[in-house]
């Protein structure tokens, strides 16, 4: 029960008499799920000894699977592991693992509103100790009598099904007037048992029939009634002995090492529409009825949607669910753009073959065509669908697998999809507004390990600085299943367009100047340096240094704010020794006296400000640098008692909440006017319009009665302007 997960969480457990429903053989991560009252439990491949590829040059000393075939071999005179296979559907077992509940579901058995457990088997008793090529394999009956306890077992099989063989079908490309036939050998697996029932179940367009069959000495075979043209059908034969343990086989299972074939489809002319090569015979994800069957005649009229520079090359015959598919990367192929108009007339049909990134879809290989028409107007062959279209519904979205879809007025769900543990570069959105409570789609940057996948036009990094909860008109992008999730892929950069900012400032970026832990002796003027960085948004960054104390290390009260040089433009900035003089006063500091100090820079971008950070994982980690200061007299020239030349300076504090004050040089007696003006070049107040004497003066700014955001203030004097920015938050 879903209310004892949080009892046995992280618990490990045993299950006996569980019975294998389904398994995986085709991936280095083989998967199963077991049945035990009412209750479906996948495994996971966490253990290093239930998965096939952690077979060479992996951490010295841990119990790995050796494998031969696929790693180093074992060490000399030692046997190999071979390949870790689960058991076969049908097969009883007593089962031991520790509890987890997560998003893996390869094989669709999640409805909405349930999860699916996982039980995660760690040890087949078998252990190898010693170091490299010292290492010698052992199980229960070879361990040394000083090795204190048994290598459990997590993964034990009670009771085998019964065993198939001699499978064989007739035809898998009939004509509307042919019937197929099937015939196969099944026997139970142990000599105590006999066989009860053997049936046949076929699927057409959704509706299953049941068949009871009748054998003779363990051999059966059946004939299909006959079907229209462009019918599929698949089915799997089910055989049940008086133990009350089932066999069964599907499609694409494994017999002898190859793989079985229980589908056919009904072709008298060729194929005029791609769902006819996509849907699957129970709508769920799986291969097309045509994979593997040869080249297939076609009459398929469609647009191309995505093209090499975006990736992949996929075509649509209509908006509808089922209507799109990959071509498979060739010198034709890649030569197409999105708009062409082509039309095919023959095809074979691939299905991908890896359970990680974009697995089991459908492609078509050397597809023969031709372009009849340019600049078609592709946008209105995508669909427009919501997220629970796709991850609400017991499908998961596969009739839009492979497929150019769009999805509107959507928000940004969270921009590290695979937190707390890790960051593959994955987003994930959802229709609506976060109230809405639609469920969430994966967006991964690109689809690796898949021969259809041609480049990414997005690096890993992608969503680092995405923010969680903005608002999106629109994503769009080619739909997929990956690693046990629905997933998206951009095609381009413009897939994506939101209501306002979709970023933050780019916030990893390196500070130069002063160094950590720097000395500095404040008779001078301080220069701060550090890297620019960027917004993805397209936005202007604007750099804010500011200084605090120690215990302020996410400068939520700094004692000092500054923009950087250019109006905060620029990656270093010049802190004015009357600035720091008055600050280290202000601390009730006397020359000679020293204290220690933290800074770091926050970069705006007019919306959002940020502080300069390192990355981990999903997270960031806010970075600052320590600096003594020595308060002392000054020593430059810079500043003198009466300045040489007229001059505006930065504000302090900028940014600042609800008032600052801004100074400026005077060198001779002249008409000074200063006046703030919004963004839009609006007059908000002035400040100064008078005839002031030579010096150096000080204005306030109260801006209680302003809204946030960037204003300029202007000086003018004889023919002396200059304007800087400034930046209300409140």
Same mark, same amino acid.
């Given at each position: 029960?879903?209310?004892n997960?949080?009892?046995?969480?992280?618990q490990?457990?045993?299950?006996?008499?569980?019975?294998?429903?389904?398994?995986?053989?085709?991936?280095?991560?083989?998967?199963?799920?077991?049945?035990?009252?009412?209750?479906?439990?996948?495994?996971?491949?966490?253990?290093?000894?239930?998965?096939?590829?952690?077979?060479?040059?992996?951490?010295?000393? #841990?119990?790995?699977?050796?494998?031969?075939?696929?790693?180093?071999?074992?060490?000399?005179?030692?046997?190999e592991?071979?390949?870790?296979?689960?058991?076969?559907?049908?097969?009883?077992?007593?089962?031991?693992?520790?509890?987890?509940?997560?998003?893996?579901?390869?094989?669709?058995?999640?409805?909405d509103?349930?999860?699916?457990?996982?039980?995660?088997?760690?040890?087949?008793?078998?252990?190898?100790?010693?170091?490299?090529?010292?290492?010698?394999? +052992?199980?229960?009956e070879?361990?040394?009598?000083?090795?204190? #306890?048994?290598?459990?077992?997590?993964?034990?099989?009670?009771?085998?099904?019964?065993?198939?063989?001699?499978?064989?079908?007739?035809?898998?490309?009939?004509?509307s007037?042919?019937?197929?036939?099937?015939?196969?050998?099944?026997? $139970?697996?142990?000599?105590?048992?006999?066989?009860?029932?053997?049936?046949?179940?076929?699927?057409?367009?959704?509706?299953?029939?049941?068949?009871?069959?009748?054998?003779?000495?363990?051999?059966?075979? +059946?004939?299909?009634?006959?079907?229209?043209?462009?019918?599929?059908?698949?089915?799997?034969?089910?055989?049940?002995?008086?133990?009350?343990?089932?066999?069964?086989?599907?499609?694409?299972?494994?017999?002898?090492?190859? $793989?079985?074939?229980?589908?056919?489809?009904?072709?008298?002319?060729?194929?005029?529409?791609?769902?006819?090569?996509?849907?699957?015979?129970?709508?769920?994800?799986?291969?097309?009825?045509?994979?593997?069957?040869?080249?297939?005649?076609?009459?398929?009229?469609?647009?191309?949607?995505?093209?090499?520079?975006?990736?992949?090359?996929?075509?649509?015959?209509?908006? =509808?669910?089922?209507?799109?598919?990959?071509?498979?990367?060739?010198? =034709?192929?890649?030569?197409?753009?999105?708009?062409?108009?082509?039309?095919?007339?023959?095809?074979?049909v691939?299905?991908?073959?890896?359970?990680?990134?974009?697995?089991?879809?459908?492609?078509?290989?050397?597809?023969?065509?031709?372009?009849?028409?340019r600049?078609?107007?592709?946008?209105?062959?995508?669909?427009?669908?919501?997220?629970?279209?796709?991850?609400?519904?017991?499908?998961?979205?596969a009739?839009?697998?492979?497929?150019?879809?769009?999805?509107?007025?959507?928000?940004?769900?969270?921009?590290?999809?695979?937190?707390?543990?890790?960051?593959?570069?994955?987003?994930?959105?959802?229709?609506?507004?976060?109230?809405?409570?639609?469920?969430?789609?994966?967006?991964?940057?690109?689809?690796?390990?898949?021969?259809?996948?041609?480049?990414?036009?997005?690096?890993?990094?992608?969503?680092?600085?995405?923010?969680?909860?903005?608002?999106?008109?629109?994503?769009?992008?080619?739909?997929?299943?990956?690693?046990?999730?629905?997933?998206?892929?951009?095609?381009?950069?413009?897939?994506?367009?939101?209501?306002?900012? %979709?970023?933050?400032?780019?916030?990893?970026?390196? %500070?130069?100047?002063?160094?950590?832990?720097?000395?500095?002796?404040a008779?001078?003027?301080?220069?701060?340096?550090?890297?620019s960085?960027?917004?993805?948004?397209?936005?202007?960054?604007? +750099?804010?240094?500011?200084?605090?104390?120690?215990?302020?290390?996410?400068?939520?009260?700094?004692?000092?704010?500054?923009?950087?040089?250019?109006?905060?433009?620029?990656?270093?900035?010049?802190?004015?020794?009357?600035?720091?003089?008055?600050?280290?006063?202000?601390?009730?500091?006397?020359?000679?006296?020293?204290?220690?100090?933290?800074?770091?820079?926050?970069?705006?971008?007019?919306?959002?400000?940020?502080?300069?950070?390192?990355?981990?994982?999903?997270?960031?980690?806010?970075?600052f640098?320590?600096?003594?200061?020595?308060?002392?007299?000054?020593?430059?020239? =810079?500043?003198?008692?009466?300045?040489?030349?007229?001059?505006l300076?930065?504000?302090?504090?900028?940014?600042?909440?609800?008032?600052?004050?801004?100074?400026?040089?005077?060198?001779?007696?002249?008409?000074v006017?200063?006046?703030?003006?919004?963004?839009?070049?609006?007059?908000?107040?002035?400040?100064?319009?008078?005839?002031?004497?030579?010096?150096?003066?000080?204005?306030?700014?109260?801006a209680?009665?302003?809204?946030?955001?960037?204003?300029?203030?202007?000086?003018?004097?004889?023919?002396?302007?200059?304007?800087?920015?400034?930046? %209300?938050?409140?």
């Amino acid at each position: 029960r879903f209310d004892n997960y949080t009892k046995y969480h992280a618990q490990y457990v045993r299950i006996e008499g569980a019975i294998i429903q389904n398994r995986d053989l085709t991936s280095t991560r083989p998967w199963m799920y077991i049945g035990h009252s009412n209750v479906i439990a996948y495994n996971r491949d966490t253990s290093l000894r239930y998965r096939n590829d952690r077979t060479a040059g992996y951490r010295t000393g #841990y119990n790995y699977r050796r494998i031969a075939s696929t790693g180093p071999q074992p060490p000399s005179g030692q046997e190999e592991d071979g390949l870790y296979e689960p058991p076969p559907p049908g097969a009883v077992i007593n089962y031991s693992g520790y509890v987890v509940a997560n998003t893996f579901d390869p094989d669709n058995l999640e409805a909405d509103g349930s999860a699916a457990f996982a039980i995660v088997a760690m040890e087949d008793g078998v252990r190898w100790l010693g170091l490299g090529n010292d290492a010698i394999r +052992y199980t229960n009956e070879t361990l040394p009598v000083f090795y204190p #306890y048994e290598i459990p077992v997590d993964l034990e099989v009670i009771g085998f099904p019964p065993i198939f063989s001699n499978y064989n079908i007739s035809n898998q490309t009939p004509a509307s007037t042919e019937a197929v036939e099937v015939s196969f050998s099944v026997v $139970p697996a142990t000599d105590d048992a006999t066989l009860e029932r053997v049936v046949l179940v076929y699927r057409v367009e959704g509706e299953e029939t049941e068949v009871e069959l009748t054998g003779s000495n363990g051999d059966y075979e +059946y004939t299909f009634p006959t079907f229209p043209d462009l019918t599929s059908v698949s089915f799997e034969i089910r055989a049940t002995d008086s133990n009350d343990i089932t066999g069964t086989i599907r499609d694409g299972d494994l017999l002898d090492g190859e $793989p079985l074939d229980l589908r056919f489809f009904v072709l008298d002319s060729a194929v005029d529409n791609i769902a006819s090569i996509t849907r699957t015979p129970d709508g769920m994800r799986g291969p097309s009825p045509l994979f593997g069957l040869g080249e297939i005649p076609v009459d398929i009229t469609a647009v191309v949607v995505a093209d090499s520079a975006d990736g992949f090359i996929v075509i649509h015959d209509s908006a =509808e669910p089922w209507s799109g598919v990959l071509l498979e990367p060739s010198e =034709e192929t890649l030569s197409l753009r999105r708009g062409d108009r082509i039309i095919i007339s023959a095809s074979e049909v691939g299905n991908t073959n890896t359970n990680n990134n974009f697995a089991n879809v459908t492609y078509l290989d050397n597809p023969v065509f031709e372009i009849m028409e340019r600049e078609v107007d592709y946008e209105q062959y995508i669909p427009v669908v919501t997220t629970n279209d796709l991850t609400g519904q017991p499908h998961r979205g596969a009739p839009y697998e492979a497929m150019v879809i769009r999805i509107e007025d959507a928000h940004v769900a969270t921009n590290q999809a695979d937190a707390p543990a890790s960051d593959f570069g994955e987003w994930a959105f959802a229709s609506g507004t976060p109230d809405d409570e639609y469920p969430s789609v994966r967006v991964r940057f690109n689809f690796t390990q898949n021969n259809l996948r041609i480049l990414s036009n997005f690096a890993g990094s992608y969503n680092d600085d995405m923010k969680t909860g903005a608002l999106l008109e629109y994503v769009q992008g080619v739909y997929g299943y990956s690693f046990g999730n629905p997933k998206m892929t951009l095609r381009q950069s413009d897939d994506v367009k939101p209501v306002e900012d %979709l970023f933050f400032p780019a916030r990893v970026f390196p %500070l130069f100047l002063p160094a950590n832990n720097a000395q500095f002796t404040a008779s001078r003027n301080l220069e701060v340096q550090w890297a620019s960085t960027t917004d993805r948004d397209g936005d202007d960054v604007i +750099y804010i240094f500011a200084l605090s104390t120690p215990d302020d290390e996410t400068f939520e009260t700094p004692l000092f704010k500054q923009l950087s040089v250019g109006d905060g433009a620029a990656s270093r900035a010049v802190i004015r020794y009357d600035d720091l003089d008055g600050l280290l006063d202000a601390r009730g500091m006397d020359d000679g006296d020293s204290e220690q100090f933290i800074w770091t820079i926050l970069a705006s971008d007019g919306r959002d400000t940020v502080q300069v950070s390192t990355k981990t994982g999903p997270n960031f980690n806010p970075v600052f640098r320590t600096v003594t200061m020595e308060r002392a007299a000054q020593t430059s020239a =810079e500043d003198s008692d009466l300045p040489q030349r007229f001059a505006l300076e930065q504000n302090y504090p900028n940014p600042f909440n609800p008032a600052t004050k801004i100074r400026y040089d005077v060198p001779n007696q002249s008409h000074v006017r200063i006046a703030i003006y919004d963004v839009l070049g609006r007059q908000v107040q002035v400040l100064v319009n008078e005839e002031l004497s030579a010096g150096r003066h000080t204005v306030e700014f109260d801006a209680t009665r302003l809204a946030s955001g960037v204003y300029i203030y202007r000086m003018e004097a004889g023919a002396f302007v200059q304007t800087r920015k400034m930046m %209300l938050v409140k």
